[in-house]
């Protein structure tokens, strides 16, 4: 087992930092995600953004697979480069490809030399599947999990209720967070047939002994629902917008 404080070579991690290898340049915004409780910043994800601030299908379009490997591997090293000169002290939570990831335990290694180049506290780190990606192996993707967990970084799946149900991978390997997908939070104060499945999904995660985020939330209504059923981790526009480059301050409902 590959273990943070390892050492790697850095060498390369400017090279990453600056996008080499690819034919493209992207940068990123941040958007919190908040504890209602305590009413802090719990995590900020790094979303994939143009160098102007175009939005992220603008750059993920541009991704194929020759180049995905390239782009997981940067898109890490620039955010957490990008995190430690916006003084984030936070968790940092970064999207990842498990198709570019062919064996967890190597392909961190840029990772884990980038959060030592930039004094970025790898025990910080989130690593967030996007749920809609067309997975080769759901084996391969709970060896991904389990690995990064055992490495003590925490796992989430994002976009649950998307499209694709990955109740396969909660059975085999279920990650620290679930990010419950804005289509299942919009109006849901007002569709018993959204809160009977995401009571379901809170039971489930209960079960698990993971946490929920409740993301794409816009209303008020929306968040008094959902915090009524126990919900305590949040992200969208009520609380904060995506700041280009920037860590914006989140503002909680009344």
């Not at 679930?178 to 919009?186: A, F, G, Y």
């Not at 018993?192 to 009571?199: F, R, T």
């Amino acid at each position: 087992m590959i273990k943070p404080d390892v050492l790697f070579d850095e060498s390369h991690c400017e090279q990453c930092a600056c996008g080499e290898g690819l034919d493209f340049s992207f940068t990123f915004a941040f958007q919190p995600i908040v504890d209602v409780v305590n009413k802090t910043v719990y995590a900020y994800e790094a979303l994939v953004r143009g160098p102007e601030g175009e939005g992220a299908l603008s750059i993920l379009n541009k991704v194929n697979e020759r180049n995905r490997y390239a782009f997981d591997q940067i898109c890490r090293v620039k955010a957490v480069k990008l995190a430690s000169k916006l003084g984030m002290n936070t968790r940092l939570s970064i999207n990842f490809m498990p198709n570019a990831v062919y064996k967890a335990e190597y392909c961190i290694r840029t990772t884990l030399a980038a959060a030592k180049t930039y004094n970025f506290d790898t025990s910080k780190l989130i690593f967030e599947l996007t749920e809609g990606e067309d997975l080769t192996s759901v084996e391969h993707l709970a060896s991904i999990i389990d690995a990064y967990q055992e490495m003590g970084f925490s796992t989430a799946i994002d976009d649950f209720g998307a499209g694709y149900s990955r109740y396969n991978i909660m059975m085999i390997s279920p990650p620290n967070l679930l990010k419950l997908d804005m289509t299942l939070v919009r109006d849901i104060h007002d569709e018993p047939n959204k809160q009977a499945v995401v009571a379901g999904i809170i039971t489930m995660m209960s079960q698990l002994g993971g946490t929920i985020v409740a993301e794409g939330v816009e209303t008020n209504e929306e968040y008094f629902w959902l915090r009524a059923q126990g919900i305590t981790l949040y992200q969208g526009y009520l609380f904060a917008r995506p700041g280009f480059e920037c860590l914006p301050e989140p503002h909680y409902p009344v």
